[in-house]
């Protein structure tokens, strides 16, 4: 049966205590809402609709029934992994993480109220001034970025959908992750209508095929892939791709002169198709980035994180731990 597009809420719907303005996305996954709460203050929420499996009843044009029977159960799983998304997002409150407000059931689905953040994708950024992407800047920008990966990691979260356009730049400048993956990915195991929701060219080879892989690791390639994209302008080839054959253009000084030898080994190391041989902590890529590199040269502000000296973080050992989940099936 061919896949149905769901119209959206129509503008100036009352969904609980939020009032919606205006479509900003739709996939096959879910739609995205610009809306305002009871104080005005404007928020995105996301809606819960994969459009393999559930419909936008066409009696009162808000709510969600699923189009058959024998999707019944996958969409309930999916609904399941979407409130336990925002359970746990919800518990994350740093400047680069797009913050998670509220969440909660209607109209026969979930709903996740989100932080609206103004500003540009870095994939405008590229496509528009990525001859202004110094070294420092690109290095300020992933130090950044890896705060907030750290801290997702440290709550047993993947983000796995990392990519310029779930990368904002917020209209002070400061880099925000966007659009968590992680219930998309929870459904692939049991439902294979929804297994192609990762980004071509930024999904680790982990994600195609041995799931029980994955872990950090997985982010840290999307990571290289971005920065990849951030010296190239271009997207990397498909994991998939590169298994058959790896035609994956290295990145060289000699291409790329404005760059150290050191950030285009960094980069390449990210995209190592082993999930060994790349960095296995989002903290252990932070020391790299900041090797031998003054502060001030990385930022002008002051809430910057500087990875603090292994021997007084945990972090090192998450890898492990990470594994030892993965090997007891309770990921």
């Known amino acids: 049966m061919a896949t149905q597009s769901n119209q959206p809420l129509p503008d100036g719907y009352q969904l609980q205590n ?3 303005e205006k479509l900003l996305s739709s996939g096959g996954f879910s739609i995205v809402y610009l809306a305002r709460d009871e104080f005005g203050t404007p ?3 996301k809606e819960y609709l994969p459009s393999a499996l559930g419909l936008r009843s066409a009696n009162d044009g808000a709510e969600v029934q699923v189009n058959s029977d024998e999707n019944l159960a996958v969409f309930r799983h999916g609904l399941k992994c979407f409130f336990e998304e925002g359970r746990a997002l919800a518990t994350i409150a740093h400047p680069n993480i797009v913050r998670v407000e509220n969440f909660f059931r209607a109209n026969e689905t979930v709903y996740m109220v989100m932080q609206y953040v103004r500003g540009r994708t870095l994939q405008f950024h590229i496509s528009r001034h990525r001859q202004e992407f110094t070294e420092s800047f690109i290095r300020r920008m992933f130090t950044h970025l890896l705060n907030g990966l750290r801290e997702v990691h440290s709550k047993k979260l993947l983000h796995l959908d990392i990519k310029p356009a779930n990368v904002y730049i917020t209209m002070e400048g400061k880099p925000v992750l966007l659009d968590f993956g992680a219930a998309r990915q929870a459904l692939t195991s049991d439902a294979p209508k929804l297994r192609p929701m990762y980004t071509a060219g930024y999904a680790a080879p982990e ?6 892989l994955m872990g950090p690791w997985s982010d840290i390639y999307a990571i290289g892939a971005t920065l990849y994209c951030c010296i190239s302008g271009a997207h990397p080839p498909a994991a998939s791709d590169r298994i058959i054959d790896d035609k994956v253009m290295v990145l060289k000084a000699s291409d790329y002169k404005q760059y150290s030898d050191d950030l285009l080994e960094m980069v390449n190391w990210c995209l190592m198709l082993d999930h060994l041989q790349r960095p296995q902590t989002a903290f252990e ?3 790299a980035l900041l090797k031998d590199v003054p502060l001030a040269a990385l930022t ?22 990470w594994r030892e989940r993965l090997n007891r099936k309770i990921f």
């Open 43 to 45: 928020v995105a929420i």
């Open 18 to 20: 939020y009032k919606i």
């Open 207 to 212: 994600q195609y095929r041995n799931f029980d």
């Open 300 to 321: 002008d502000d002051s809430d910057v994180e500087m990875p603090v000296n292994s021997t007084e973080n945990p972090e090192p050992t998450f890898a492990g731990r």
């Open 285 to 287: 890529l932070q020391k």
